[in-house]
Nanobody
Framework: VQLQASGGGSVQAGGSLRLSCAAS????????MNWYRQSPGKQRELAAG???????NYADAVKGRFTISRDSAKNTMYLEMNNLKPEDTAVYYC???????????????WGKGTQVTVSS
């Protein structure tokens, strides 16, 4: 399974971007779908995630501005980012965590990052 992230770019503060992450095939037994981000010199951090039951969680820094969603029919997840700030500048990575057939072991699938740059 390959994940392809897209939608990054350069925007001014206050602007919006929508990231997409398309899977090459349907992923079964999904535990969670997440967007991580990594800024220069910092560790990768979870920006937003959606669990198996549809519950969402967001980093405090993005709450109220970012929205994660998924379209199972299209094997795609999204991250809508509004009111972007310079501190949102980072490489954004999509991630899918899924169970194997045993429903115990889990695998992580990662997309290549997409750069988001927000200027003041």
């Amino acid at each position: 399974v390959q994940l392809q992230a897209s939608g990054g770019g350069s925007v001014q503060a206050g602007g919006s971007l929508r990231l997409s992450c398309a899977a090459s095939e349907r992923i079964l037994r999904i535990n969670a779908m997440n967007w991580y981000r990594q800024s220069p010199g910092k560790q990768r951090e979870l920006a937003a995630g959606v669990g198996r039951g549809g519950s969402t969680n967001y980093a405090d820094a993005v709450k109220g501005r970012f929205t994660i969603s998924r379209d199972s029919a299209k094997n795609t997840m999204y991250l809508e980012m509004n009111n972007l700030k310079p501190e949102d500048t980072a490489v954004y990575y999509c991630n899918v965590n899924a169970y194997r057939h045993d429903w115990t072991t889990r695998d992580d699938y990662w997309g290549k990052g997409t750069q988001v740059t927000v200027s003041s």
